[in-house]
């Protein structure tokens, strides 16, 4: 009998998205009246900007040319979309990053789940918690995170960093030496952000005890505040210990298209074996890229009129974050984020953030992500996102003002 990887048999049943679609879904067949609201899943809702979609017009008529046809993409992705990064995400804010130390893919997420293959089964993690969720369950896929206990929602081998209002949702160094160090900034699902100063703090820790950072700035677009640094390598010491994950989902709106970047640098290693040469034989062996078309269309987005449409949707996304958070916090509600990152992380008080759920969408009709879901720290947490209308937004905040 064929075996199976029994990993997979360890991941809880049910997904949180998963499980909100299926309350929403039995809800509003019992209640067919109901006008409910998402601000839950973090998808976005605005169209492609124009020049995004022009670009992907020009690739398809070039698909369709003998002499402009493209067949498979270079491994690392194509040198004008990699040397494009390398100078106005990286080299422009003073960092040291070159075109080939970019891997282009379809997507952060693809990335931040993939890269622990690099790892040895016995590697130690570290998470922020509450943190997104693809981190852990990547790694007990792969047998990395010992057994799960339903009661405390932890696994035995993964050491948690909690991130609470107690602490400024600010972790304390762990007292377990890690080997593999996630870190997420503007942090998903909090929404609240870290100085270069306190990034420095991990990227000495580190570099001092030989672990790996993996840093997911899929959100770094939203960061408005000086002290808040867009990328780990801003902060002095993270070539040598930091792989950096960015993706073109939330800023230019690629969720459907698919389209991300993740950063090796050369000086990232574990001991002789260089992260980066191991990385570009994984990327080129298993080719996670993207196709001429997607990265076609990602030129579009440091163009000119490209950079002018993506900053006007990323400001009326985060219009709505501060329409959440204001009004919110009108009514006494407890709130962070919703400054540097397009979702607010709201305190559900003496209810649990699966009650909170329950109650919203009975009360309000509007649906939101249980804080518990990314973690046993995000227990009375609750997540809500500005990624709808604004009409829907304003509505949203008006119905939960009303329960206050």
């Known amino acids: ?48 900007a124009p020049q995004i979609v022009k670009a992907l017009h020009e ?28 100078k106005a995400d990286y080299q422009e804010r003073g960092c040291r990053v070159d075109a080939d130390e970019i891997f282009i ?18 590697a130690k993690i570290a998470v922020c918690d509450p943190v997104y969720p693809v981190y852990v369950d990547s790694n007990v ?59 420095k703090v991990w990227v000495d820790y580190a570099n001092a005890n030989d672990a790996v950072i ?3 700035a899929a959100y770094e677009a939203y960061i408005t505040t000086p002290e808040v640094p867009h990328s780990i390598y801003e902060v002095e010491g993270a070539r040598t210990c930091a792989i950096e994950f960015r993706s073109f989902s939330k800023n230019a709106g690629f969720t459907g298209v698919r389209l991300g970047f993740t950063v090796i640098p050369k000086d990232v290693k574990s001991g002789d074996a260089s992260i980066h040469d191991m990385w570009a034989r994984r990327h080129g062996t298993k080719y996670n890229g993207a196709p001429y078309i997607q990265q076609k269309a990602g030129m579009a987005v440091y163009s000119p009129e490209g950079r002018k449409e993506v900053k006007e949707q990323v400001a009326y996304y985060m219009r709505n974050a501060r329409t959440l958070r204001d009004g919110l916090k009108e009514v006494g509600l407890k709130v962070v984020g919703g400054v540097d990152s397009p979702y607010v992380w709201l305190h559900t008080g003496e209810m649990t953030s699966w009650e909170f759920f329950d109650y919203l969408l009975d009360k309000a009709h509007v649906v939101g992500t249980p804080g518990s879901g990314f973690g046993p720290s995000g227990e009375h947490y609750f997540r809500l996102t500005g990624f709808g209308s604004y009409e829907a937004t304003k509505k949203a905040v008006e119905r939960i003002k009303s329960l206050a």
Not at 59 to 64: F, K, L, P, Q, S
Not at 105 to 122: H, M, P, R, T, V
Request: a negative charge.
């Open 1 to 48: 009998m064929i075996k199976i990887n029994d990993n997979y048999l360890k991941l809880p049943g049910s997904y949180l998205f998963s499980t909100i679609a299926k309350k929403v879904s039995a809800y509003q067949e019992e209640h067919p009246e109901a006008k409910i609201i998402r601000m839950g899943i973090g998808d976005v809702t605005l169209p492609l």
């Open 214 to 216: 993996l840093y997911d």
């Open 105 to 122: 893919s379809d997507g952060a997420k693809c990335d931040c789940g993939n890269i622990q293959e690099l790892f040895a089964a016995d």
């Open 59 to 86: 690739a398809v008529d070039e698909m369709g040319q003998k002499d402009t046809f493209k067949g498979y993409a270079p491994d690392l992705g194509y040198s004008f979309l990699r040397e494009t990064i390398a």
């Open 141 to 199: 896929m792969a047998g990395r995170t010992g057994e799960y206990d339903p009661a405390s929602e932890t696994w035995s081998d993964v050491i948690y960093l909690p991130c609470t209002m107690d602490n400024g949702f600010f972790p304390e160094l762990p007292k377990e030496r890690p080997d593999l160090i996630y870190l997420c900034n503007p942090c998903n699902p909090t929404g609240t952000t870290w100085t270069k100063d306190q990034l």
